[in-house]
């Protein structure tokens, strides 16, 4: 709190750095690419998980918990996820440690190896339907539709705090369906949910699509996506859904007996979403005076701060300030006091607004003679005088005002920055100054490979809402029936 | 559910290991000593959870989220705690892998080798403390009232399901205090806060008391329990609650500079419940049929199940019945109509007993005609036929009469089988049928190690509420001031 960030136009990465650091959100732990997840921003989680949780138990979904560790084994019965996920990963190869010989350290006990080493989960797939073998014998026992919240370890090489670390907590679905089009319908209705959330509780917009090849989950037949729009113009992936078709059914031997009395392999889904949509909510959201934050997620509604010289004062205003605090309270508002008196209150509106409350109340002397108090709101630094007798209406009103506003502001951004070219060079120039570019493509791997060697951009999708347009490839000229989203990605 | 659970008295530890499975609450996994908690435990564990979290909050903490892994040297800094945590531990050695030079499998990649082990967190007072050294600067730091909920790996040799896995699922509080005095009092506050749920939610009542140096957590100065009583006598410790001195702060360094500007290291608290509460649950109160679940942590409070020939009647009954079910709901009850034409009711009547859902309704053609419905519960088996018109109000009253029967039932138990002795002859036939005992002990490690060897009974605690008394150690004759809380133990 002593110095501000740096401002986003100075350096937008630095600036994403420092934030999520001084906004008490994390830190960087003593274990590399390790996370730690302070209150703050885990109370912001905590608000993001327990929507999502709701939002798949009204789609019929359950939790469970599978286990932490996969057999080394597992991981080779899937071809092509084996190709994807069994490469960085934690492994665990001994159980035991002892006193070493000199008894003044500790070693590893070569004895205590493990037969079969175990890898840290990196995505479940392959232990869930290993048990999902046991657990599914008829079209009696389908759809099983779980969740599992956990965490995951994948061992990036460079790391940046919510958007790629070694851990990292999730959300990971995985349906098993009586047949293709079933789990095809669940493949997209998850989507449809993640889309929902992300829109109305984070405030942030998406584009809806699926990924190309190139970019598919490993093991699944389709990837289905939503893409964000960060504050540099660069794409952040804040959520995917798997078509796994009967990959993991035929990797794990899963069959059922059908309503007609034959055997036929189960059909699949998987679908996840991560702490990374922290990140994006910071920096979707966020200025150079701190984060700001959607009432709905934010841990902190309303924070009200006296305005005094001497001792006496702050008592007067404390009974107007406390029954104000409580009838905000019974609107289901969470408000803080901030009565400290170790620090002026200049250095309480920095903090708060380092903090993103999305509203602060001011309540001083001259305002207890006229029954008035000021409310300023985070997102646009708007401040008003009001009677008391409307603080908290006004609280109320103010809350879904700037919910609309964050993702009004959002959309206009992306809007703003998302073009349509057909020139390659304009392509370029485009995605160095930032931003979304919907461009035809002659659909080949080959291509998408030579763009983003070329450009770093990749296709982030092929929006779902994209209309037939017939054109020519923006590399190549080559044919192409629709526009694509290419953007440079984190 | 084809053949019923092994009955108690024949075999009361395959009981639980059959009921534990077959209703659904977890099963044992691919991976040695993880268990796979499923949807039905974890509906259960989620209503725990939820509560807890609540008592948290309400008591002052905050949640956070620290690394699962720790480095393996941080558990060489406490001396005591390496003795006890650092041994049977999941080592991460490497962190990657890679296809074999027959490309037909994937190896370990000897390149790849960690610099330093990593230990899946046991328990995490080493990385937290390190983080704590962050994040205390001054006596206005303090307290720290941090609570985490995470996955933790011990590799125990034998495991039982809920009772006693490698992976389990806990949270950890671990606070930070300026004083000794306040350090002691969260220590208190928090084995209190367990008690209250155990009691309240669960239905368990227990015995809150100290532990002895031998069975004191490793780098606890003092550890607060509480004991609870399962079915066949033994005891099963609930929740553990750790006054740590400054036994951290010194191995890792965390001062703070005083109110008085003097430097002083932090004082500590820790405290923690787990999975094993399930286990707990279980066992204190399901009987030869089934489990017997607590209303307040049943995810399904009551199943209606419709009696009639042909399909029309269902129809009929559905009328009745739908809105019944709506009024159950509309009174916070969950409710589950089980209308499957693939069974026979008395199928799912067996089914739902050994689920443990707390009221069954039965309607048939007969209650059509009449306007009644029958109510079962399913602590006593009991059942009435009462007027539609009072069903709700009926079940309503019926969740905190099984809630309070089961509480009672489980407390007449506990004190039938809680015996007072001075004679170590009686002391080890008390043991042989099971139950508790306090008797009189000298004070002294090495009576208390003679005993467990010789009985295998250990100290549960020193009850806080058990009264001065004189009187002779029951194995040695020295002089005791009190008795303490004998018994075998999960």
Known sequence: MSKGVTSRKENYSQWYNELVVKADLADNSAVRGCMVIKPYGYAIWEKMRDR???MFKDTGHVNAYFPLFIPKSFFSREASHVEGFAKECAVVTHYRLKNSPDGKDIVVDSDAKLEEELIVRPTSETIIWNTYKDWIQSYRDLPLLINQWANVVRWEMRTRLFLR????????????HATQAEAMEETVRMIHVYADFVEKYMGVPVIEGVKTANERFAGALETYCIETMMQDGKALQAGTSHFLGQNFAKAFDVKFATREGTLDYVWATSWGVSTRLMGALVMAHSDDKGLVLPPKLAPIHVVIVPIYQKTE????????????????EANGLTVKFDDRDTVKPGFKFAEHELKGIPVRMVVGPRDLENGTVEIARRDTFEKNVYPLHEAVNTTVRLMDDIQDNLYRRALAFRNANTFQTDSYDEFKEILDRGGFIMAHWDGTSETEDRIKEDTKATIRCIPLDAPEESGKCILTGKPSARRVLFARAY
């Open 52 to 54: 999502l949780d709701r």
């Open 165 to 176: 670390t070694a851990e990292f907590l999730w959300q990971e679905g995985h349906t098993a």
């Open 313 to 328: 004062q702050l008592s007067a205003l404390r009974e107007k300030i406390l029954p104000l605090k409580k009838e905000l």
